[in-house]
């Protein structure tokens, strides 16, 4: 069973929707971080929120953190063509070590 | 805007080389870690580097991989002798807190893609 696990796996939406990810964990953590890649290319952090906090803004993206269900949602709101890609979340996990442990990740398609 | 910087691109190689990934952190950052992603998986830790040593290393990361901070600038992933298998995107990353990824974000690299032949 894996560290960071997302759903759905691939999610095809039109331009101006919303869209949600999901990612379930299954240890404590530190924070989570969520990441976006473009296919072929590397990650971009969007998002990080700690063990203590329940939500977070930017821009567009919302991300909330359920601690007692070890679960966080990112939502994308008023989606964009430009928004197609990889998203996956990664937990910094509680304790003294210093690592990123990524999920499985959404592919999110954003038809225009 | 500071980024991280990773060569080459591409490297294709036989099966036994030895391959040396050489990634530039954003300066003044702390910790510095090698990722890899095999086609169409996840992305997966390999190991980090704090304070001129390894903090942590994973599995994967068995004694054919060795990595260097030569000069305070470079940040360079060894493999002695490649296998197949070892074909993947490998990406550098670093962190500017001392905390790495448990207080902070990480900042990327856009990938050496290795392939063995």
């Known amino acids: 069973s894996q560290q960071g696990e997302e759903d759905p796996q691939a999610l095809s939406i039109q331009e101006g929707e919303n869209a949600t990810m999901n990612c379930s964990y299954k240890?404590?953590?530190?924070?989570l971080q969520w990441y976006r890649q473009n296919s072929g290319r590397g990650l971009v952090h969007l998002i990080l929120i700690r063990s203590n906090e329940r939500e977070k803004h930017s821009g567009r993206l919302r991300v909330t953190l359920d601690t007692s269900k070890k679960s966080s949602s990112l939502l994308i709101t008023a989606s964009r063509a430009a928004d197609t890609a990889s998203y996956f979340c990664a937990t910094a996990l509680g304790g003294a070590t210093n690592k990123l442990i990524f999920g499985t990740g959404t592919l999110l398609a954003v038809q225009p | 805007e500071p980024e991280v910087t990773q060569t080459p691109s591409h490297q294709v190689t036989q099966m036994g080389q030895e391959v040396i990934l050489r990634c530039v952190p954003i300066?003044?950052?702390?910790?510095f870690y090698w990722y890899r992603q095999i086609l169409g998986q996840k992305v997966e830790f390999l190991v980090s580097f704090y304070n001129n040593e390894i903090s942590e290393k994973s599995e994967i990361f068995d004694d054919q991989f060795s990595v260097e901070r030569p000069d305070g600038s470079n940040f360079t992933l060894k493999i002695r002798s490649t296998k197949l298998e070892d074909s993947a995107m490998y990406f550098c990353?670093?962190?500017?807190?001392?905390?790495?990824?448990?207080?902070?974000?990480?900042?990327f690299g856009e990938g050496s893609r290795l392939t063995v032949l």
């Open positions: 990353a670093s962190s500017s807190t001392s905390g790495g990824a448990r207080t902070g974000e990480l900042f």
């Open positions: 300066s003044n950052h702390l910790y």
């Open positions: 240890t404590s953590i530190n924070n």
